[in-house]
């Protein structure tokens, strides 16, 4: 069985935890282009390296971020998010741009 060490909840098996895709730097919505936007939301390196990933854990509703090594899958760190993210990003609709009302 393999084990995943959640920041929150310590080590727990990995099926009580979902994929949540890489940890990338996200363009301005506002400014960027549609390209950018979907290369910044479907499109990933896929290169064998140690990467950032967010990682849900169902049980708990708890996000927190993982580095693995994309060859071997070993888990080399977890972590709260809060440790590289210190601002909320806000998403607002703007009416004039075709949001709902």
């Avoid at 060490?5 to 730097?25: A, D, H, Q, S, W």
């Avoid at 927190?64 to 070993?74: G, K, L, N, V, Y």
Wanted: proline share 5%.
């Amino acid at each position: 069985m393999k084990m995943m060490p959640c920041p929150l909840n310590g080590p727990r098996n990995i099926n009580e935890f979902v994929y949540g895709g890489e940890v990338k730097t996200m363009p301005d919505h506002n400014t960027c282009s549609d390209k950018e936007w979907a290369d910044y939301v479907f499109y990933a390196d896929n290169t064998i390296k140690i990467v950032r990933e967010w990682w849900f854990h169902s049980a708990s509703g708890y996000w927190f971020i993982a580095e693995r090594h994309t060859a071997s899958d070993d888990i080399i760190r977890t972590y709260d998010p809060s440790e590289i993210f210190k601002e909320k990003v806000s998403f607002n609709v703007d009416d004039d741009k075709g949001g709902m009302q």
